[in-house]
């Protein structure tokens, strides 16, 4: 599956973005989908997760009560919604998917910068 990943953006810190990922090619309905993101000078780390059929969610502890994660398969489209941002929030996002029974994220977007000024 082929992912491009948009909506970031400069925001002030409190304020929100949504991120989307929208899919194209194969059966995106059968696929998991993960938002990661890689801070400046550092490694890319977990963000958010969402099941195939949306029914489970996970988060970081970092942004957990913060951001949201949702998908609306009619669309092909996975969200993160990102409230309460901190200027640590600040990296490169990523979405990523992987097959329902797949141990890893094999198929990646390009990735969309959100920067949080303090």
């Known amino acids: 599956v082929q992912l491009q990943a948009c909506g970031g953006g400069l925001v002030q810190a409190g304020g929100s973005l949504r991120l989307s990922c929208t899919a194209s090619?194969?059966?995106?309905?059968?696929?998991?989908v993960g938002w990661f993101r890689q801070l400046p000078g550092k490694g890319r780390e977990f963000v958010a997760r969402i099941s195939w059929s949306g029914a489970t969610t996970d988060y970081a502890d970092s942004v957990k009560g913060r951001f949201a994660i949702s998908r609306d398969n009619a669309k092909l489209t996975v969200y993160l919604q990102m409230n309460s941002l901190k200027p640590e929030d600040t990296a490169i996002y990523y979405c990523?998917?992987?097959?329902?029974?797949?141990?890893?994220?094999?198929?990646w977007g390009q990735g969309t910068l959100v920067t949080v000024s303090s």
């Open positions: 090619g194969r059966s995106f309905g059968t696929y998991d």
């Open positions: 990523a998917a992987k097959t329902r029974y797949g141990l890893n994220y094999g198929d």
